[in-house]
């Protein structure tokens, strides 16, 4: 059974060539877009049903980062254009949580070995070690909601 994070990957996957493509030009999108179009500010504003000064603001707004996404999907609309918004990850999602699941299983086998030394009862055995590992690694990836009870 594929998980959820797996299947984001793949779509990740697919629009990876894209990223670069798409970043934000230094004066935003919805300027970039209108002037190519040969628009003025007050006409986008016409078509937005506001004044020509808020178009100015709106784009001084998207060129440093200071617009919500309701105010970008009027606009782009606006300019017969769609938005589309989506997270990139930095690395495969199912990486993320396969090391979070690790550090938290290492935390625990830490835990619970300082335990079994206090008890003359540690775990000599590395094979043994890696074993309960990776069980508790597989364990916790079951429930990957619990990973991030923590900070």
């Given at each position: 059974?594929?998980?959820?994070?797996?299947?984001?990957?793949?779509?990740?996957?697919?629009?990876?060539?894209?990223?670069?493509?798409?970043?934000?030009?230094?004066?935003?999108?919805?300027?970039?877009?209108?002037?190519?179009?040969?628009?003025?500010?007050?006409?986008?504003?016409?078509?937005?049903?506001?004044?020509?000064?808020?178009?100015?603001?709106?784009?001084?707004?998207?060129a440093s980062g200071y617009i919500t996404v309701q105010s970008l999907e009027r606009a782009a609309e606006a300019l017969g254009c769609r938005l589309v918004y989506i997270l990139i990850p930095e690395k495969p999602l199912t990486d993320t949580v396969r090391e979070r699941?690790?550090?938290?299983?290492?935390?625990?086998?830490?835990?619970?070995?300082?335990?079994?030394?206090?008890?003359?009862?540690?775990?000599?055995?590395?094979?043994?070690?890696?074993?309960?590992?990776?069980?508790?690694?597989?364990?916790?990836?079951?429930?990957?909601?619990?990973?991030?009870?923590?900070?």
């Amino acid at each position: 059974m594929i998980t959820p994070y797996e299947q984001l990957d793949r779509r990740f996957d697919e629009l990876k060539p894209f990223v670069k493509a798409a970043a934000r030009p230094s004066r935003g999108w919805v300027r970039a877009v209108r002037e190519a179009i040969g628009m003025t500010t007050g006409q986008l504003a016409k078509r937005l049903d506001v004044h020509q000064p808020r178009v100015i603001e709106l784009e001084r707004g998207e060129a440093s980062g200071y617009i919500t996404v309701q105010s970008l999907e009027r606009a782009a609309e606006a300019l017969g254009c769609r938005l589309v918004y989506i997270l990139i990850p930095e690395k495969p999602l199912t990486d993320t949580v396969r090391e979070r699941a690790s550090q938290i299983a290492d935390r625990e086998l830490a835990s619970v070995d300082q335990t079994m030394r206090l008890e003359a009862q540690g775990v000599t055995d590395k094979r043994q070690h890696q074993d309960a590992r990776r069980s508790l690694i597989e364990k916790l990836l079951r429930r990957p909601a619990r990973l991030w009870d923590e900070a």
